[in-house]
């Protein structure tokens, strides 16, 4: 054993006081640069990770040029009479440049796997920056940080180029152990090199294994199913009605995206749940991102009950946490680290008792059907009942909106009725505005009176669900509301056209309109119109036509059919027509004689006009909704 041990002392006083200013300066560094979007950030970076690819020598020579009596900061040590080289503080100023770059890129490898979505929900729901670093992205975090510390104090103990440098090789001063074992190597004490380097091993492994074992037991401990406590419920927990809204919600906005632009108009809409339908990338889920404040229209206006959220020309952009509103995102962005009570408790307004906390958080438990599962962890519920706590918690601080972002997507279709059944429950007891993102139509009808529907970012079509269902004003909203056959229009007569792409010619008991460019058919409608009756039993009916099934393909409910009119297929994919038939009407008509017989009815024949964009979706913002009525004129 040496008979000095004071390296062993020194080295330990050293890396700690090292990685306590490490531990800090990292992780603010990494959570600023973060959120930095700035220029030189890259220049930045290169900065904070350098002496991690430098020599330690060089860092070494680099602090000695600051700290040194000719160095930079010089003049001013020897003013305030302060020595740092050959000291152990310059050994301490050594260990913590050297070993920052690890804490720095732990740092920042932690807070990036953060989902982004649950540091917008924390600011959605009115928290702060400061508490969002405090009670989100510290905690979830924590473990990659600690990590880093860990790997930083293992660095520190072992600095040897950058201390030799700055603080240089003084027994019982600023000897730490790697200078105690090359001073041992040197001299050929070759024990004592082997006693040093095992103690620093040791303890270097000692302090990872500790890390490892608190972070599997954490772990565990998350994991473990919670006891349930049993919560009386009484009707008096149930949530009253939300205040009636006085002026609803105004949006006129524009944005450059990549690819297209967004262009939403909405003024004074206060009604049912409007639900916004449109293809994947058109800028359904944008709207509601600019409207709560996670992203910033390139101009435009956006007003709630009167409070201007947004306008570019005055130069209003309120932060997310002060607009009042609800948010569901697709993957629910619940906090992991929180439990259920927490995680609804988190948007509730600062003031509040513990008690009436508690009250709240029971309400709205009782309001989504999970009473008792207050102590539970997101992980341990089912994708459904993650929804559910995701919708109390956004309905806890009585928003002023409630934004839905496709909160179906990733549920099973079993699933999926039940929650949207639920969904329906839950929006009837509240007043305020609704925002019902989709791609899936068939969600929008059954949820949505009112529908929005959206293409490459301008509104396409708006009115009353049910309406654009069976009548959409033009090409795109049939096929965006499931309409599967069309054909080009060309005018033969005032109430005659023809149909290119079904081979066909159509008459109509109507003039019809001027403008008229396409036509459409649902595919069920198709079907109801296949018979077997033969020529001779209609002879001379208008829209009739002979007709052969090309190929056919079977789902649990129909069987739909390709069809092509008034000649025999000449291949597999010449085909105009799908009709979507009953199993039961398949078995009657399959293995009969071609050719068929169809008789397309004019009136269920979608009359479909072009679409002037440009005349409601101008950057120009003029208003061109009614607030009256809440329609689109």
């Avoid at 009136?603 to 002037?612: N, Y």
Wanted: hydrophobic share 40%; aromatic share 8%.
């Amino acid at each position: 054993m040496p008979a000095d041990l004071s390296p062993l002392w020194i080295s330990l006083k050293i890396a700690t006081i090292a990685t306590g200013f490490t531990f800090l300066l990292g992780i603010i560094a990494a959570y600023k640069l973060q959120g930095y979007r700035g220029r030189g950030k890259s220049l930045i970076d290169g900065i904070f990770i350098s002496p991690l690819i430098l020599p330690p020598t060089v860092v070494g020579f680099i602090l000695l040029q600051i700290f040194g009596r000719r160095g930079l900061l010089g003049p001013l040590l020897d003013l305030l009479k302060i020595d740092i080289v050959f000291t152990w503080y310059a050994g301490i100023i050594a260990a913590t440049v050297v070993t920052f770059p690890l804490m720095y890129k732990t740092a920042s490898g932690a807070f990036e796997q953060i989902d982004a979505n649950l540091l917008s929900s924390a600011r959605i729901l009115g928290a702060s920056e400061l508490s969002i670093f405090w009670r989100v992205a510290l905690p979830l975090a924590f473990p990659g940080i600690i990590s880093g510390a860990t790997l930083a104090f293992a660095r520190g103990l072992g600095e040897f180029g950058a201390t030799l440098m700055l603080a240089g090789n003084i027994p019982g001063v600023t000897e730490t152990i790697p200078l105690a074992i090359y001073s041992a190597v040197e001299a050929g004490k070759m024990g004592e090199a082997w006693v040093w380097s095992g103690g620093i091993l040791s303890i270097s492994l000692s302090a990872i294994t500790a890390v490892n074992l608190w972070t599997g037991r954490r772990r565990s401990r998350q994991e473990k199913p919670q006891k349930i406590p049993k919560i009386k419920t009484q009707l008096d927990l149930m949530i009253s009605d939300y205040p009636a809204i006085a002026s609803g919600l105004q949006v006129n906005i524009y944005k450059e995206l990549s690819g297209f632009s967004l262009q939403a108009k909405l003024d004074g809409y206060c009604e049912q749940p409007l639900a916004i339908l449109g293809a994947s990338g058109t800028g359904k889920s944008m709207i509601l991102r600019c409207i709560a404040g996670m992203e910033t229209p390139t101009s435009g206006r956006i007003v709630l009950n009167g409070r201007v959220l947004f306008d570019s020309e005055r130069g209003i952009d309120l932060p997310s946490r002060d607009r009042r509103v609800g948010f569901l995102f697709q993957n629910y962005a619940l906090f992991p680290h929180l439990t259920i009570a927490q995680n609804i408790a988190f948007g509730l307004p600062r003031g509040l008792s513990s008690r009436q906390i508690k009250q709240r958080v029971e309400q709205q438990l009782i309001r989504v059907r999970l009473p008792g599962m207050g102590d539970r962890y997101p992980h341990q519920l089912s994708g459904g009942q993650q929804q559910r706590i995701a919708l109390a918690r956004a309905l806890a601080g009585e928003p002023e909106i409630l934004l839905l972002d496709e909160p179906f997507s990733a549920l099973d279709s079993h699933l999926r009725y039940q929650m949207e059944r639920e969904l329906i429950q839950i929006l009837d007891t509240y007043s305020g505005v609704t925002l019902f993102v989709t791609h899936n139509r068939s969600e929008a009808y059954r949820i949505c009176p009112r529908l929005l529907i959206m293409d490459r970012g301008r509104v396409a079509a708006y009115g009353a669900t049910r309406d654009l269902f069976d009548t959409p004003p033009t090409l795109v909203a049939a096929q965006l509301t499931g309409c599967k056959n069309f054909s080009r229009a060309i005018a033969i007569s005032e109430r005659a056209i023809e149909a290119p792409d079904w081979g066909c010619q159509l008459q109509f008991s109507n003039p019809l309109p001027q403008k008229l460019t396409h036509i459409g058919i649902r595919a069920y409608q198709v079907g109801e119109s296949l018979n077997l009756w033969p020529e001779s039993d209609h002879p001379h009916a208008e829209n009739t036509f002979s007709c052969w099934v090309v190929s056919t393909i079977q789902s649990p409910k129909h069987i739909a059919l390709y069809l092509k009119l008034n000649h025999p297929p000449s291949h597999p994919e010449d085909y105009q027509l799908q009709a979507d038939i009953s199993h039961e009407k398949w078995q009657e008509m399959n293995g009969q004689p071609f050719p068929w017989k169809i008789q397309l009815n004019p009136e269920k024949i979608m009359l479909l006009l072009p679409k002037d964009y440009d005349s409601i979706n101008s950057p120009k913002f003029e208003n061109n909704f009614s607030p009256k009525s809440n329609s689109m004129l």
